[in-house]
């Protein structure tokens, strides 16, 4: 799977935020819930058009993103 399949970036959409292709749903929205615990089953039945294909893409998205920064010592 490639997350860039599911998700883009436009420029009037949700202030350019990454959004899975076709909707107004924002990445961010979707990890922050999974992060509180929210499940995907939860989260199918609330969004209607988003997949577990959008939400697998959304990880794989977030991992990517990880991969790029400088490790920081906390």
């Given at each position: ?8 970036e436009?420029p ?42 959008h939400?697998?893409?959304?990880l ?11 490790t920081?010592?906390?």
């Amino acid at each position: 799977m490639r997350w860039q399949d599911y998700i883009e970036e436009k420029p009037g959409v949700m202030m350019g935020k990454p959004v899975f292709k076709g909707t107004r749903i924002t990445v961010e929205h979707v990890l922050r819930e999974l992060g509180g615990g929210t499940t995907e089953g939860d989260l199918l039945k609330a969004h209607p058009r988003l997949t577990a294909e959008h939400i697998r893409a959304a990880l794989l998205y977030a991992a990517a993103l990880i991969d790029l920064e400088t490790t920081v010592t906390l």
